[in-house]
């Protein structure tokens, strides 16, 4: 609402045109960053004493890396009394790309801090973190983190970047057991995938993350069979010949022990082997002579009948 209000200052004709690169530079910010700052810039040419559009090509240079050119349009903005003040922490991780901690920490203590909503805070907090953790102040990283809303049981629109920024400041200080736990919470979170907590969890418990669905050999693989092997390959293969596979004792399957013979070692299995241990293979297509003995009453049972020898 307040953009518009602003951009009904301009005519018609050019505010249409200067609307229409602000909106394709929010469509583009994130996945395509340069292309988001031409149209921010093209913007800017048209309507420079207008603050949103400062704001928006300073939002645009920060996504693309800009940190100098990023911090110069949001000073503007500032000066121009554009909007709110949401885009202080942005002003803040600029300083802190330019390597001045102390300029980002004066403009998080600024009173503009204090008229942030609830998101804002939390993403200037979330910057603080970093500035603390450049200035080699790891323990305070930590603990500029511990607010309320770490603990919140309901998913708000910072909860990603809050726990995986907390999790982040704890592998810092040394802490990857509690890291561990933050960065599982943070994928938990993270619904759409747009972190990497999943594989940094991973990496804290030594775990290997196998992506299923990119495997489409995934289906046919055995027990004991190379990736791409179909089963019935192995049809005809001498039973001597075929990898062994781990096949789990049934009640309707005993397995008879012999005297004097060596019990298997037991093999301990891991959570991804119950995961992924795929069914046993399929006796129909199997030789004969390995088929195991069916009682002659369900091969022939009238034919057992018209054979028996007739009484004297």
Same mark, same amino acid.
């Given at each position: 609402?307040?953009?518009?209000?602003?951009?009904?200052?301009?005519?018609?004709?050019?505010?249409?045109?200067?609307?229409?690169?602000?909106?394709?530079?929010?469509?583009?910010?994130?996945?395509?960053?340069?292309?988001?700052?031409?149209?921010?810039?093209?913007?800017?040419?048209?309507?420079?004493?207008?603050?949103?559009?400062?704001?928006?090509?300073?939002?645009?240079?920060?996504?693309?890396?800009?940190?100098?050119?990023?911090?110069?349009?949001?000073?503007?903005?500032?000066?121009?009394?554009?909007?709110?003040?949401?885009?202080?922490?942005?002003?803040?991780?600029?300083?802190?790309?330019?390597?001045?901690?102390?300029?980002?920490?004066?403009?998080?203590?600024?009173?503009?801090?204090?008229?942030?909503?609830?998101?804002?805070?939390?993403?200037?907090?979330?910057?603080?973190?970093?500035?603390?953790?450049?200035?080699?102040?790891?323990?305070?990283?930590?603990?500029?983190?511990?607010?309320?809303?770490?603990?919140?049981?309901?998913?708000?629109?910072?909860?990603?970047?809050?726990?995986?920024?907390?999790?982040?400041?704890?592998?810092?200080?040394?802490?990857?057991?509690?890291?561990?736990?933050?960065? #599982?919470?943070?994928?938990? +979170?993270?619904?759409?995938?747009? $972190? &990497?907590? =999943?594989? @940094?969890? %991973? /990496?804290? !418990?030594? *775990?290997?993350?196998?992506?299923?669905?990119?495997?489409?050999?995934?289906?046919?693989?055995?027990?004991?069979?190379?990736?791409?092997?179909?089963?019935?390959?192995?049809?005809?293969?001498?039973?001597?010949?075929?990898?062994?596979?781990?096949?789990?004792?049934?009640?309707?399957?005993?397995?008879?022990?012999?005297?004097? #013979?060596?019990?298997?070692? +037991?093999?301990?299995?891991?959570? $991804? &082997?119950? =995961?992924? @241990?795929? %069914? /046993?293979? !399929?006796? *129909?297509?199997?030789?004969?002579?390995?088929?195991?003995?069916?009682?002659?009453?369900?091969?022939?049972?009238?034919?057992?009948?018209?054979?028996?020898?007739?009484?004297?």
């Amino acid at each position: 609402m307040e953009a518009r209000e602003e951009l009904r200052t301009l005519p018609k004709e050019l505010a249409t045109k200067v609307a229409r690169h602000l909106v394709m530079a929010g469509r583009l910010a994130e996945d395509e960053p340069e292309q988001a700052y031409r149209h921010a810039k093209a913007a800017r040419r048209l309507a420079s004493r207008v603050g949103i559009v400062r704001e928006a090509a300073g939002i645009a240079a920060y996504h693309g890396g800009e940190w100098a050119e990023a911090l110069a349009e949001l000073r503007a903005a500032r000066r121009l009394g554009a909007g709110d003040y949401s885009y202080l922490p942005v002003m803040a991780d600029c300083e802190r790309g330019l390597g001045r901690p102390e300029r980002a920490l004066d403009l998080i203590k600024s009173p503009e801090a204090e008229k942030l909503d609830p998101t804002g805070r939390v993403e200037l907090r979330i910057v603080e973190s970093g500035v603390r953790r450049d200035m080699g102040q790891n323990d305070a990283a930590v603990v500029t983190l511990q607010i309320p809303e770490l603990r919140d049981r309901r998913l708000r629109p910072w909860s990603v970047r809050l726990f995986y920024a907390y999790a982040d400041a704890l592998v810092e200080a040394g802490r990857e057991g509690e890291a561990s736990d933050w960065f #599982a919470r943070a994928a938990a +979170a993270d619904r759409d995938g747009d $972190t &990497d907590a =999943a594989e @940094r969890y %991973a /990496e804290l !418990e030594g *775990l290997q993350i196998l992506d299923t669905e990119e495997d489409e050999d995934f289906a046919d693989v055995r027990a004991g069979e190379p990736a791409g092997t179909p089963a019935e390959d192995l049809a005809g293969t001498p039973a001597e010949e075929i990898p062994e596979a781990p096949v789990e004792e049934t009640a309707e399957e005993p397995v008879e022990e012999s005297a004097g #013979a060596e019990e298997p070692e +037991a093999v301990e299995a891991s959570a $991804t &082997d119950i =995961a992924f @241990r795929p %069914a /046993e293979p !399929e006796v *129909l297509d199997a030789p004969d002579e390995g088929a195991p003995g069916v009682p002659a009453v369900f091969l022939e049972p009238k034919q057992a009948d018209e054979e028996r020898p007739q009484a004297d």
